[in-house]
């Protein structure tokens, strides 16, 4: 029986640290995200949206998300429009017995994607067959293609954008992500509604 203490903890946290740091030497890495961050915030000025897709802690993961931009993130200020297509139970049900579980998002990018909508897909496997599927409608209808995923998988060749944790442990690339949504989220506040910032907040 393997024996669980303090050592062990210490380990988990070191290790999700030790990405962070990679995250924080890794300029090239921190551009993508700026630059997706800035297309989110144009996607949003000209009435577009913003989908987001993902299974299991990655669907908890695109809630999130969506909800930094619908309800606020650090300040009071207009909501962003953004979708997580992981939460309506009926139509997750429907499309999955009729269509088969690969659709179950891309049949949702079919009804409510437009173009010039974002579409961010997580994975952090990169290969979730349903988010690959998502990815191959939003290159047909002109969404922009986001993954934010882990060091590998097919994702990395169909989204345009990628944000990759440099991890192929699962849990140190969900933390990672979440870094990376919080990021997403603050600076498109910022960007677009910085004049509603409460001084000195």
């Known amino acids: 029986m393997s024996t669980v203490n303090a050592a062990a903890i210490a ?3 070191a290790d999700s ?7 924080l030497a890794d300029a090239a890495l921190q551009a993508r ?9 144009a996607a949003f ?5 913003v989908l987001i897709a993902g299974n299991g ?10 909800a930094e931009f619908v309800a606020r993130f650090e300040f009071d200020r207009p909501g962003l429009p953004a979708v997580a297509l992981t939460t309506d139970t009926s139509a997750l049900t429907a499309i999955g017995n009729d269509y088969g579980y690969e659709r179950l998002f891309s049949r949702q990018v079919e009804a409510l994607g437009r173009q010039g909508d974002v579409f961010i897909g997580i994975s952090t496997s990169g290969n979730s067959r349903n988010v690959l599927k998502a990815m191959e409608v939003c290159k047909e209808r002109g969404l922009i293609r986001v993954a934010l995923c882990g060091a590998g998988g097919r994702i990395h060749e ?3 954008h990628v944000l990759a944790v440099p991890s192929t442990h699962t849990p140190r690339i969900q933390e990672g992500h979440g870094l990376i949504m919080h990021i997403v989220c603050a600076l ?10 409460p001084r000195g907040a």
């Open 57 to 66: 802690g990655s669907a908890a993961d695109a809630q999130h998300m969506a």
């Open 11 to 13: 380990g988990m946290i």
């Open 45 to 49: 000025r000209r009435g577009n949206k």
């Open 33 to 41: 995200i700026l630059e997706v961050t800035q297309l989110c915030m």
């Open 17 to 23: 640290i030790a990405v962070k740091q990679q995250l």
């Open 158 to 160: 169909m989204a345009e």
């Open 188 to 197: 498109c506040e910022e960007g677009l509604y910085g004049d509603l910032k």
